[in-house]
C-alpha cells in the first residue's frame, strides 16, 4: 500500500472516529470515506483497533510538532506577550486539529493518559519559563489552558456558536495575565 493510500485511509479514519466515535464508527464508513474497500483498509491495518491507534499515533506526532514549536520564550517581549502568543497559537492548533483533539476528549477512557500527558508536562515547564516567579501550580493551569482552549473551539464548531471565539480568547488571555504578575 501507497504511502497516499494509507494518509487518505487514516484522514477518513480521524474524521470517522471524530464524528462517530470509536464504538459507532463502522469500518465500512470509513472504507466509503477514504473511497477505498474494507478489504484494503484490513489489509493494511488488520483491526479496526488498529487503524484507530494508528490514527492517533499519526497526529500526536504531526501536533506534538506544532505545539513544541509554540514553546519558544520570545527574550523580547515581556510575559503578557509570550502568554497571549503562546495562548492564540493553541487556539490556532486546536482548531486545525479539532477531529483529533475531539477524540481524545471523547475517547479519554480508551486513549492511555500518555496521549495527553506530554502535552501539560510540556506546556507547565514553558508556563514557569514565562513567569518564573508563579504562584500557581503550572500543570493545573495547562488543564485550565486546554480546557479552555477546547470549549471556545469546540463552540466555533458548534452551528450556533454561544460567544465571539476572538472576544472570548482575548478576555481570558487578559484576565490571566493579569493574575499571574
Known amino acids: 500500500m501507497s504511502a497516499e493510500t494509507e494518509q ?11 464524528k462517530q466515535g470509536y464504538v459507532g464508527a463502522r469500518t465500512r464508513m470509513i472504507a466509503k470515506k477514504s473511497g477505498y474497500t474494507e478489504m484494503t483498509l484490513f489489509r493494511k ?3 479496526k483497533e488498529n487503524l484507530f491507534n494508528q490514527v492517533l499515533i ?3 506526532e504531526r501536533i506534538m510538532e506544532d ?11 515581556g510575559p503578557e506577550r509570550n502568554f497571549s502568543n503562546l495562548i492564540q497559537n493553541l487556539v490556532e492548533i486546536v482548531d486545525n486539529n479539532f477531529e483529533y483533539v475531539k477524540i481524545l476528549i471523547n475517547e479519554r477512557d480508551r486513549i492511555s493518559n ?8 510540556s506546556l507547565g ?10 504562584k ?13 482552549i477546547y470549549f471556545v ?11 465571539d471565539l476572538d472576544m472570548a480568547v482575548e478576555e481570558f488571555i487578559q484576565y490571566h495575565s493579569n493574575c499571574l504578575q
Open 58 to 60: 499519526t497526529n500526536q
Open 136 to 148: 500557581v501550580d503550572s500543570i493545573v493551569l495547562s488543564f485550565t489552558i486546554f480546557s479552555f
Open 153 to 163: 473551539n469546540f463552540n466555533k464548531n458548534r452551528e450556533n456558536a454561544f460567544f
Open 114 to 121: 500518555s496521549v495527553a500527558k506530554p502535552f501539560i508536562l
Open 125 to 134: 515547564k514553558f508556563l514557569d519559563e514565562i513567569f518564573p516567579k508563579l
Open 45 to 47: 491495518f488488520e483491526t
Open 8 to 18: 487518505t485511509i487514516l484522514d477518513a479514519a480521524l474524521h470517522v472516529f471524530s
Open 67 to 77: 505545539f513544541n514549536s509554540l514553546l519558544v520564550l520570545d527574550d523580547t517581549a
